[in-house]
């Protein structure tokens, strides 16, 4: 059975950047530091960020990831709470006008279903490393609030509940941004966090992540 777990006082301590206001939730658990190899989980979360330009033969398992986290998602997910609900994907570290722009949570929040809208309702103006590329710098939470912009689809637009979306969570640093926007622009919507999988750490530093 696919269920969403929440992050509690048992496991928030991993994820530095939230608090314990925030309500978010999770379906798997992803090995930091570990290949596709270690796990179904740190496979399927390959897959999905395989670049939108990688080879043809590749880029199938890019589509059956994004395919199977929108299933799970729809399963994992109250239909009653998701009806009428907007699901906001967390723009990817790209700028759209970038190569290697890829909109892979808005797909995968798209084939959740129709009870819901799907609005890129903030958007990334430039672009940075991705985080999970070694070596590349990693953004902190006003970097990217420089950076994102609110795009609402019309002035009257008003949700009452969202929901932010995202593959992995880590620190939260890029939830903690999303929020922050959106709690300004909507201050009385109920806004959530979906993850496809929380970050944990091997065995033999901190502990087991895997299904």
């Keep these: 059975m696919i269920r969403l777990t929440r992050i509690d006082e048992s496991n928030i301590g991993d994820h530095v950047r939230l608090n314990a ?17 270690y796990s179904k989980t740190n496979q399927l979360i390959s897959n999905l960020k395989k670049s939108p330009n990688c080879p043809a033969a590749q880029r199938r398992y890019k589509v059956q ?4 986290c929108a299933a799970a998602l729809r399963l994992g997910l109250n239909a009653g709470w998701l009806q009428g ?4 994907p967390i723009p990817g570290s790209k700028a759209i006008d970038h190569a290697e722009f890829d909109n892979r949570m808005t797909l995968v929040c798209q084939r959740i279903g129709a009870t819901h809208d799907t609005i890129e309702l903030v958007t990334q103006q430039t672009s940075t490393d991705a985080a999970h590329v070694a070596g590349g710098h990693r953004v902190d939470v006003n970097d990217l609030l420089a950076i994102y912009e609110i795009n609402p689809p019309d002035p009257s637009f008003s949700p ?3 929901a932010i979306v995202d593959d992995v969570l880590t620190a939260g640093t890029h939830y903690r941004a999303m929020h922050t926007i959106l709690s300004q622009h909507y201050p009385t919507a109920q806004i959530i966090g979906v993850f496809i999988a ?4 091997p065995p033999d530093q901190t502990g087991l992540g895997f299904i």
């Design 198 to 201: 929380r970050r944990v750490f």
């Design 65 to 68: 990831a994004i395919n199977q």
């Design 160 to 162: 009452t509940k969202i």
């Design 21 to 37: 206001n925030d309500e978010c939730y999770f379906l798997y658990e992803y090995t930091s530091g570990k290949n596709y190899s």
């Design 85 to 88: 609900a907007v699901l906001v």
